[in-house]
């Protein structure tokens, strides 16, 4: 694989300021970036054309997680220019991050194909649903999404498995919280009594509609309940730990 030059990362910059749709950073790009004072002071000329006078952008890993589902789906929807300029944050270190920008191309990946239907369709999951009369198929949007890199889940059920003690026996091991379009979306894991795992997507306030959780090339399909609570239930944490990808969630309400 080629490595990037530094002309090859002026080239992805300058098109921050175009509306085009492609994905601009990588992890190369970004490492690169990281040690390259050259490329750096063009990521900052190029910030002030974008916003004027704005200060360097702050922020880790969590911060550029919680909004990057938001990005990708601006970036996809209005082009790379107004993305930047809605997440300077999250544009601003994706960057220089080489570990947030994989999580970023798997999740622009997916939300692309998701776009152009070309993902297979979800397993349903086996929480009961009750249906005491057949329903025409309604229509759906898509309310929000969350990414977080699969290793996040893993390190958390690691910690869990080797300080058992400091954990309840049934407490939720919180993963991330993201804001979007006046909801709270949380994603959290919950040991089960038969030694499987639950992924959790809480929606607040409840919505009527679904969560497709996407876990490496398997994709899961169930329904919030009245308290805004989907469930995936019955994952072995071998399954959880198999993937080194992305955990991509996506939230869907009836319309």
């Known amino acids: 694989m080629n490595l990037p030059s530094c002309n090859d990362i002026r080239e992805a910059l300058l098109l921050t300021l175009t509306s085009t749709h492609k994905p601009l950073q990588t992890p190369a790009i970004a490492r690169h970036m990281r040690r390259c004072p050259e490329c750096m002071a063009l990521r900052t000329h190029i ?23 938001a990005y990708v789906d601006r970036s996809l929807d209005a082009g790379a220019r107004a993305a930047a300029v809605a997440f300077p944050q999250v544009w601003w270190y994706l960057w220089e991050c080489a570990d947030c920008t994989e999580v970023f191309v798997r999740t622009a990946a997916l939300a692309t194909a998701e776009r152009e239907g070309q993902l297979l369709p979800p397993f349903a999951s086996r929480v009961p649903i009750r249906r005491p009369v057949p329903s025409p198929p309604r229509s759906h949007r898509l309310l929000g999404r969350i990414a977080v890199p699969s290793q996040m889940v893993v390190r958390m059920i690691q910690a869990r498995e080797a300080l058992s003690v400091a954990y309840g026996e049934d407490e939720d091991l919180f993963i991330t919280e993201v804001e979007q379009e006046g909801y709270s979306f949380q994603l959290s894991v919950h040991p089960q009594t038969d030694g499987t795992w639950a992924i959790r997507v809480c929606v607040i306030p409840p919505v009527v509609g679904h969560a497709v959780v996407q876990l490496g090339a398997n994709r899961y399909q169930a329904p919030f309940d009245a308290q805004g609570i989907a469930q995936v239930i019955d994952l072995s944490a071998e399954q959880l730990r198999q993937d080194q990808g992305t955990l991509m969630v996506m939230i869907e309400m009836e319309e």
């Not at 002030?48 to 990057?68: F, I, K, V, Y």
Request: net charge negative; glycine share 18%; proline share 9%.
């Open 47 to 69: 910030l002030g054309l974008l916003l004027p006078g704005a200060d360097e952008p702050r922020g880790g890993c969590q911060a550029c997680h919680d909004a990057l589902a």
